[in-house]
C-alpha cells in the first residue's frame, strides 16, 4: 500500500511562480517512477511532468519551458516548480506513481494517486 501527499497549492497572480511537493512512503526511483497531472471540473486529468528512473523528464507540450519536475533532496520526494503561470494552469493538481518507466503523460497508465492540491492563477 502507498500514499501520496501533495503540498504547496494557493492562490497567485498571472505570471508568478508557485512549487508542489509530492511526498510518499513507498518511493523508489528503481521501482516508481513519478508525474504531476492537473484536471478541471468535467474535464478529463491532464498530464503535466513525468520523471523517469534514470532522471530524464517529460513534459506536456502546455507546460514545456515553464514547469520543472525534479527529485527533492529526500528519495520519497518529487517537486513541480512552474513559473510563468496563467489562468489556464488553475486546476487541482495530482502526483501520480507507477513502475518504470514512463512512456507517456496517461493518466490511465499510473494507478497510485494523492488526493491533490489546488491551485489557482488570477489574471
Known amino acids: 500500500q502507498v500514499t501520496l501527499v501533495e503540498s504547496g497549492g494557493g492562490s497567485v497572480q498571472s505570471g508568478e511562480s508557485l512549487t508542489l511537493s509530492c511526498k510518499t512512503a513507498a518511493y523508489s526511483y528503481n521501482q516508481y517512477c513519478m508525474a504531476w497531472f492537473r484536471q478541471t471540473p468535467g474535464k478529463d486529468r491532464e498530464g503535466g511532468a513525468a520523471l523517469n528512473s534514470d532522471g530524464t523528464p517529460l513534459y506536456a507540450d502546455s507546460v514545456k519551458g515553464r514547469f520543472t519536475i525534479s527529485q527533492g533532496s529526500a528519495e520519497n520526494t518529487v517537486n513541480l516548480q512552474m513559473t510563468s503561470l496563467t489562468p489556464d494552469d488553475t486546476a487541482i493538481y495530482y502526483c501520480?506513481?507507477?513502475?518504470?518507466?514512463?512512456?507517456?503523460?496517461?493518466?490511465?497508465?499510473?494507478?497510485?494517486w494523492g488526493q491533490g492540491t489546488q491551485v489557482t492563477v488570477s489574471s
Open positions: 501520480a506513481a507507477d513502475h518504470c518507466p514512463v512512456r507517456s503523460l496517461e493518466a490511465w497508465t499510473f494507478g497510485i
